[in-house]
């Protein structure tokens, strides 16, 4: 027992400092090592008079700078859709470290800003194709009916300086705010003693793109008018879809990638290509001919705001943001829109080396998550949470392991575009209470894959009795030895109670990198915050069903399925179990993949797009290259906690404590 102490004590102190290291490191890179001060805070946001939340946001300065120095330019930054401020961080550190004052925001509904998405306004209506070439007669302007969050998202692309035929509706809806917030927070950054107000810009991503077009209309023809936008996979429209003689937007640079998994930013075609530019949207975005459009190439002048440039981008949708090649078109951009002089390179760059430390850090916590277990195991009151394995003679042969896992993989892989995408936008759940829309995209997904479970072991005990031969509960990792045919109720509570404990460290970690290196534990795409009252309240609603499912799938993948691996001691055991396990549960969101960017990198579209209809790709497909690396993760900790205690729950309930944590930490609130 002392020696199984001393080492998981020893490992988890090597993980704990690791990753401190990591922090600091990173810590100095977005402080460009001295260059560079942050500072943190929120706007008070309000509309129409009326106080909506508060706006957060992140605020990075040349060091020295100040009122009584020489005013520097400053870039609005804004993030998309289920992103925070922090995936502009690329941008920021860069931008910062150049001589840029540079705020990054969470918009409306996102990160830490209080103010809902739903302040964003919707109506009752959307358009199929770009704005301004819809019609009523061909059927691209619809109606749109639904859930509150369905419309919302519906009219992302549609924005509140577009004709009222767009922005209002007979139901009385009105799109109130499409810059989310942008608005106020410009207005802030403008106002900075230390800012050149006359040399202002902009950039957003996705849903940040629609955002950075707000706010450049809003102040077009002021006296802190943008000066320059950068759209980071963003949406062209034609004058006709706003007052083209009142508003005028300056220097245009939009960053096109090559596999984008949405189809509006590749204006409803099934891929992007030379033909691309040759339609008269994009050649009136340029200024010029189908047969003088070409990619990287600026047109127009700057000094009269003109310039136009297509920028493309072989990368997706997701990592756009902190594409390099991307990054140093806009710094150039904004160099040269601003009429600033940069003492280094576009190309130099050094922010991916902090994203990369950052994610290093995040695994290390996670993984000092074992250890810390192993150390509260110790403990007499968690001890009875370990059981012994049920006999080896239930192990599954080969042969019957991969039947097991064909049909598991199957099951993920065709339920998971149609079940997410209800979830998100159509599945009538109570909105008061379900607010986290990426998270009502899983909550239908499993909730379809509980059932499925539930079923399958109805039927598999039923036949199991008519041949004599029943799987008891403890087989299933669900029940005691002493009491196998009970599931146990106080094993899965007390089970809790030491996930509770262990996930302890982990929020500690967290909050400790937030406060002391203004850091989170993510990898471009926000994975673990501190939780906000409201963000809190949302992760107790949506952890039953989490728990739910994630106890009944490692019971099934890790218990019913076990294989004699489970049995071998050692590291030989673990891997022999893990990657059993990882097939299971990775390995239909794999098939997904695959089907989705095979054709698309073959330049004949996405795959849900061609399969299944545009309506199924966007959000949950370009979400799919990171939720894959997640369960991949989750794999490791299930496997572990089960060898650990022969019992699922354990590892079940800290997966879904975890997966819950993600969807409900910082991403999109209504």
């Known amino acids: 027992m002392k020696k199984q102490r001393l080492r998981a004590a020893v490992l988890l102190c090597i993980f704990l400092v690791c990753a401190l290291i990591c922090l600091i490191i990173a810590n100095s890179i977005q402080h460009g090592f001295g260059s560079i001060e942050i500072e943190e805070g929120y706007i008070a946001a309000e509309q129409d008079g009326k106080n909506i939340g508060q706006i957060f946001y992140k605020l990075y300065k040349p060091a020295g700078i100040s009122e009584n120095s020489e005013k520097a330019p400053g870039v609005l930054l ?10 502009c961080a690329a941008y920021s550190i860069e931008l910062a470290r150049r001589g840029y004052v540079v705020m990054a925001i969470d918009e409306y509904g996102h990160g830490k800003t209080t103010a809902g998405l739903v302040n964003r306004g919707y109506v009752n209506h959307k358009v199929t194709v770009n704005y301004g070439e819809d019609s009523e007669a061909d059927g691209t302007f619809k109606s749109a009916g639904g859930p509150v969050r369905y419309r919302i998202m519906m009219n992302f692309s549609n924005l509140s300086f577009f004709d009222s035929r767009y922005t209002t509706d007979s139901d009385g809806n009105v799109l109130t705010d499409s810059s989310a917030g942008g608005n106020i927070a410009y207005a802030v950054l403008a106002s900075y003693p230390f800012v050149d107000s006359s040399r202002l810009a902009l950039s957003g991503h996705s849903m940040g793109t629609w955002s950075s077009w707000s706010v450049a209309a809003a102040y077009s023809g002021t006296e802190i008018e943008p000066k ?12 006709d879809a706003y007052d083209a003689s009142s508003i005028h937007f300056n220097n245009v640079l939009l960053l096109q990638a090559k596999w984008d998994e949405f189809s509006y930013f590749r204006d409803y075609k099934k891929i992007v290509s030379d033909e691309l530019l040759k339609s008269d949207l994009r050649t009136g975005f340029l200024g010029t001919d189908a047969d003088h459009a070409a990619w990287n190439t600026t047109y127009g ?8 440039r297509i920028e493309l981008l072989y990368t997706n949708h997701r990592l756009t943001t902190h594409h390099k090649h991307g990054l140093s078109t806009a710094i150039d951009w904004f160099d040269e829109a601003l009429s600033h002089e940069s003492a280094i390179s576009s190309g130099k760059q050094i922010a991916m080396v902090k994203e990369w430390l950052v994610l290093l850090a995040m695994l290390l916590v996670i993984a000092a998550l074992i250890p810390w277990m192993d150390l509260l195991l110790t403990l007499p009151f968690f001890r009875t949470v370990i059981q012994e394995f049920p006999s080896k003679y239930r192990a599954k042969t080969s042969g019957q392991w991969w039947k097991g896992a064909v049909i598991t993989m199957l099951i993920a892989a065709s339920t998971y575009p149609f079940m997410t995408q209800l979830g998100h936008g159509l599945l009538p759940l109570p909105e008061k209470v379900f607010r986290m829309t990426v998270g009502n995209g899983f909550i239908a997904w499993y909730l379809l894959l509980i059932v499925i479970m539930i079923v399958m072991t109805i039927v598999s005990r039923t036949r199991g009795k008519k041949r004599g031969i ?6 299933m990792g669900l029940g005691t030895a002493r009491e196998p045919e009970k599931i146990s109720i ?17 929020y500690l970690s967290v909050v400790l990198a937030e406060v002391i ?12 915050k501190g ?8 992760f107790f609603v949506y952890i039953p069903c989490f728990a739910l499912f994630f106890i009944l799938n490692n019971s099934k993948i890790m218990a019913s399925a076990r294989t004699h691996s489970t049995y071998e001691p050692g590291m030989k055991g673990f891997f022999g179990s893990w990657w059993r396990n990882a097939v299971m549960m990775a390995g239909g969101i794999l098939i997904i993949i695959l089907i989705e960017y095979i054709p698309f990198f073959a330049n004949l579209g996405p795959g849900a797009d061609l399969l299944f209809g545009s309506t199924f790709g966007g959000p949950f497909m370009s979400l799919l290259i990171l939720f894959f690396p997640q369960v991949l993760v989750f794999s490791v900790l299930g496997t572990a906690a089960y060898r650990k205690t022969g019992t699922v729950y354990p590892g079940a309930i800290l997966i879904a404590v975890l997966a819950a944590w993600i969807v409900t930490g910082g991403s999109s609130m209504l």
Not at 470 to 475: E, G, P, R, T
Not at 494 to 501: R, T
């Open 301 to 308: 002048s700057f000094p009269d705001g003109s310039a136009r």
């Open 531 to 538: 939780f906000t009252p409201e963000r809190l309240l949302q």
């Open 490 to 506: 106080s094993l899965c509570l007390k089970s809790a109670v030491l996930v509770l404990c262990t996930v302890l460290l982990m």
């Open 470 to 475: 029943v799987q008891s509960y403890h087989d």
């Open 517 to 528: 290196f203004k850091l989170d534990l993510r990898f471009i795409w926000p994975f673990f």
């Open 78 to 87: 804004l993030h998309g859709y289920q992103n925070d401020h922090e995936t």
């Open 228 to 239: 320059a936008t950068v759209l980071q996979c963003g949406e062209l429209f034609t004058d």
